[in-house]
């Protein structure tokens, strides 16, 4: 009977690291069709959205069943109760992606701001980095891994910020980038929210990992340092660095 558990439980780990990986290539095609402004490409990223749905329903049906048949030691339960939780922050990240490929569709305005856009392609490889990290400290079981994380969030918060700055910088050299400015603002917003999903994630990883409840989330764990992030000083330190150079 045990061996039978283990062996469910195997298939369940192997579907939850399949669903994070297609969600990370979300990530790159929803992006990539909004930089390359590919509208195709963003509709397609929309059309896969209902096979993460449906593998998100199918991870629920098989952890809910394996609770319910096998009868799990205490152990097994936290293990399987993360994974339920973490695939519903798998599955929010999903549907930031798929925001983001709509902003493709509905952007419109030119002249295009192309040093914000090649910053977005850097901020989006940020946060798909985080979310392999993530989903590599899920399989090995990594608390070590999954707690740094958080430190790796901030940096992508204040990427937001010194792209949220060069954006404002645009518009007022140029009103006419105004239009397309509302829909780079959405998207790094929208990957700001991805960093923190995936901060999500990593609290659920140590949670299975060792049964420790934890706030990761840097605005939570310390609102100090996010503070003194959003402060205008920050900003100004780091303008000559250009987005993405202070958190490398």
Same mark, same amino acid.
Not at 128 to 136: I, N, T, V
Not at 142 to 148: G, I, L, M, P
């Given at each position: ?80 109760? #993360?994974? %339920?939780?973490?695939?519903?922050? $798998?599955? @929010? =990240? /999903? +549907? !930031?992606? &798929?925001?983001? *490929? ?80 509302? #829909?780079? %603002?959405?998207?790094?917003?929208? $990957?700001? @929210? =991805? /960093? +923190? !999903?995936? &901060?999500?994630? *990593? ?46």
């Amino acid at each position: 009977m045990r061996e039978l558990f283990d062996d469910e439980l195997k298939k369940l780990h192997g579907r939850f690291v399949e669903m994070g990986l297609n969600i990370s290539e979300q990530i790159y095609y929803s992006t990539k069709a909004f930089i390359d402004h590919d509208k195709k490409l963003a509709a397609e990223v929309i059309e896969a959205d209902n096979n993460t749905n449906g593998e998100e329903m199918k991870l629920e049906k098989q952890a809910l069943n394996l609770i319910a048949l096998q009868q799990p030691v205490a152990t097994d339960f936290r293990i399987i109760i #993360s994974i %339920l939780k973490a695939s519903s922050d $798998l599955e @929010r =990240i /999903g +549907d !930031h992606a &798929v925001s983001i *490929a709509r902003e493709t569709i509905r952007m419109k305005g030119t002249p295009r701001i192309s040093g914000v856009e090649k910053e977005i392609g850097k901020m989006t490889d940020e946060v798909r980095d985080m979310l392999e990290k993530a989903l590599d400290a899920y399989s090995k079981s990594d608390e070590k891994s999954a707690r740094a994380l958080s430190e790796q969030d901030v940096g992508v918060d204040k990427e937001y910020l010194l792209i949220r700055d060069e954006i404002t910088k645009a518009v007022e050299a140029n009103s006419e980038t105004m239009p397309a400015s509302s #829909s780079y %603002l959405m998207v790094i917003r929208l $990957l700001e @929210r =991805i /960093g +923190d !999903h995936i &901060v999500n994630l *990593a609290e659920w990883i140590v949670y299975s990992a060792s049964g420790k409840i934890v706030e990761l989330n840097p605005g939570k764990a310390n609102p100090e340092l996010v503070n003194k992030l959003y402060s205008e000083e920050v900003i100004e330190e780091d303008k000559d660095k250009g987005p993405n150079k202070g958190s490398k």
